[in-house]
């Protein structure tokens, strides 16, 4: 089949954080300092993304902020005509850093959410005192003018606090508000019981996100990202695989998503291997899972396949273990009742068991 440019480019400059959120998406192995790309490969990257036709590119981490060179990164993105989006968790962030990413031409921020009290947010980022530094940098953020997202990552242990995120994000004068019901990659997968939400909480949620939807048009766009494991039907993953993002790694792997290295018969190019436009339209690993060939009958024959694309490849190889199956979310899916009966098992788990995220000893 012939791909579309990709639209979008996670760019993850590294995976150093000052928080360690059990539910973090980076993978197990977290990269050191010493494996990130330079500036100067940071810039070529951007500028052969905007070449190949993308449009924004959203600067992630782990924490962006603990690149010096973040600035730098900036100013690159935008000179290659990228729009530039920061995803952080405020640390690391002052008002004077705000500002010359300000004048570097940042267009967007977008601030995470551990919890709405200090008590909730810094047991769950595991860093004391990053509530209160969160909430000062969100009112710099504010000052220096940008518009802001808040992006709350929610679960069993904070989903009570769901409505007073939304009063929060009206608040502080977030635009926009992406509700995220923890989705299982990475160190999230490794705390499923203690991150699991039970189904009253998850279907609580949806009936909140929906009123507040309602009572605020026009004042807050609210994002929402159902718990997978207690839905009938997948997730688009990425829009299909393949077809409108790509992610770049710290050491500058090119990946369809920030899981896929999860699939381990796939071996993905980085940026120094090839230029990215052949990884995109040429290499096995975008290829893989692009389009129907690929698909198992079920969702071949099935007339939501242009919808989901047949769900997520990373949780067909954790719940399913093939890659290349009916994502088991699926109510079609013959392994959807034991999902089913998984996750309800998972959400009555203790909370105190969290794994938190670390970076291994150098
Ligand atoms: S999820 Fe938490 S630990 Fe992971 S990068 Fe974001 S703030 Fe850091
Ligand atoms: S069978 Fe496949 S394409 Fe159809 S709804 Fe399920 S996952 Fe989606």
Redesign the pocket.
């Known amino acids: 089949m012939t791909a579309r440019p990709p639209l979008a480019m996670l760019a993850e400059l590294t995976h150093r954080c000052p928080l360690s959120c059990p539910y973090c998406s980076n993978p197990l192995d977290l990269l050191r300092k010493e494996a990130e790309l330079s500036t100067g490969d940071w810039a070529d990257a951007f500028r052969q993304a905007a070449d190949l036709g993308v449009l924004h590119v959203h600067l992630s981490g782990g924490e962006p902020a603990s690149r010096r060179d973040l600035e730098e990164l900036v100013v690159a993105a935008r000179q290659a005509g990228l729009y530039t989006n920061l995803i952080t968790s405020g640390i690391g962030l002052t008002e004077r850093r705000l500002k010359a990413l300000d004048e570097a031409g940042l267009d967007h921020v977008q601030l995470s959410l551990q919890g709405t009290d200090a008590a909730m947010a810094d047991r769950i980022g595991g860093y004391r005192g990053g509530f209160e530094r969160k909430m000062q940098v969100a009112e710099w953020i504010g000052a220096t003018g940008f518009p802001l997202t808040l992006n709350a990552v929610v679960h069993r242990q904070n989903l009570h606090q769901l409505p007073e995120a939304l009063d929060m994000a009206v608040r502080i004068g977030a635009r926009r508000i992406e509700v995220a019901i923890v989705q299982f990659h990475g160190w999230a997968m490794r705390n499923r019981a203690a991150l699991m939400p039970t189904r009253a909480q998850a279907e609580e949620a949806k009936r909140i996100v929906e009123e507040a939807r309602k009572r605020l048009l026009g004042t807050l766009v609210i994002d929402f990202v159902p718990a997978d494991y207690h839905e009938e039907?997948?997730k688009s993953c990425m829009g299909g695989w393949g077809s409108t993002g790509l992610n770049i790694a710290p050491d500058g792997t090119v990946l369809p998503c920030h899981a896929a290295q999860t699939i381990p018969h796939l071996s993905f190019d980085t940026v120094h291997d090839r230029p990215l436009r052949e990884i995109w339209y040429d290499s096995a690993a975008f290829n893989a899972y692009r389009g129907d060939d690929w698909?198992p009958e079920?969702?071949r024959t099935?007339d939501?396949?242009h919808?989901?694309?047949?769900?997520c490849r990373c949780q067909a190889l954790a719940l399913a273990g093939d890659a290349g199956a009916?994502?088991p979310v699926?109510a079609?899916?013959p392994l959807h009742a034991g999902l089913r009966a998984k996750a309800e098992a998972f959400a009555a788990g203790p909370d105190d068991n969290l794994t938190y995220r670390t970076l291994p000893p150098a």
């Open positions: 039907y997948p698909m079920l969702c099935c939501r396949k919808i989901d694309h047949g769900g009916t994502d699926c079609k899916s």
